[in-house]
T-cell receptor
Framework: DGGITQSPKYLFRKEGQNVTLSCEQN?????MYWYRQDPGQGLRLIYY???????QKGDIAEGYSVSREKKESFPLTVTSAQKNPTAFYLC????????????FGEGSRLTVL | AQSVTQPDIHITVSEGASLELRCNYS??????LFWYVQSPGQGLQLLLK??????LVQGIKGFEAEFKRSQSSFNLRKPSVHWSDAAEYFC????????????FGAGTRLFVKA
């Protein structure tokens, strides 16, 4: 079945450690997105990529980094510079710019102790 | 800047009753509008979308939404709620400047009572 796979589903890390969240899609979509979800705040855009080897900052990119070396993969690194990293992270993809509809993975919950 | 407002943080309805979830947006041009649903601990699923044309759009699971330009609103409705509709609902607006981005509202959590 086509879809988006995020891993790990749950992750615990100590403060000061970098963490990388995986996002893989087999939908052959060009665009991929990372959102952060906190209670009562909806989803906030961290980074997005419209094409391989290119990505743009979203509204809350500070303390995060991404890469897009392959069409199907868009990993997110939460660095030690992110002041409040504990959150639910959602990866999404879209078929083409302007198509609009986002397809989501099941999310990764990161807890920093 | 674009924004999406969902004025109700949570709503409780009885099973079988009708439902309306409110959404207001701020956007200069004709917006791309969406409603998504999220079950606890899961990703989001698209319920319906409006790009142009008929202002009343039908979605999955018996939901519909009406675009009202004069009120900058895109309210979600369902005539008869089922217990399985309990979830969080997000209204979103898309913008296509330098790449297509989707901006989400804060969400409305729906509780369904027997």
């Amino acid at each position: 079945d086509g879809g988006i796979t995020q891993s790990p589903k749950y992750l615990f890390r100590k403060e000061g450690q970098n963490v990388t969240l995986s996002c893989e899609q087999n939908l052959n979509h060009d665009a991929m997105y990372w959102y952060r979800q906190d209670p009562g705040q909806g989803l906030r855009l961290i980074y997005y990529s419209q094409i391989v080897n290119d990505f743009q900052k979203g509204d809350i990119a500070e303390g995060y980094s991404v890469s897009r070396e392959k069409k199907e993969s868009f990993p997110l690194t939460v660095t030690s510079a992110q002041k409040n990293p504990t959150a639910f992270y959602l990866c999404a993809s879209s078929g083409s710019p302007g198509a609009g509809e986002l397809f989501f993975g099941e999310g990764s919950r990161l807890t920093v102790l | 800047a674009q924004s999406v407002t969902q004025p109700d943080i949570h709503i409780t309805v009885s099973e079988g009753a009708s439902l309306e979830l409110r959404c207001n947006y701020s956007y200069g041009a004709t917006p791309y509008l969406f409603w998504y649903v999220q079950s606890p601990g899961q990703g989001l699923q698209l319920l319906l979308k409006y790009f142009s044309g008929d202002t009343l759009v039908q979605g999955i699971k018996g939901f519909e939404a009406e675009f009202k330009r004069s009120q900058s609103s895109f309210n979600l409705r369902k005539p008869s709620v089922h217990w399985s509709d309990a979830a969080e609902y997000f209204c979103a607006v898309g913008q296509n400047t330098g790449g297509f981005k989707t901006i989400f509202g804060a969400g409305t959590r729906l509780f369904v009572k027997a």
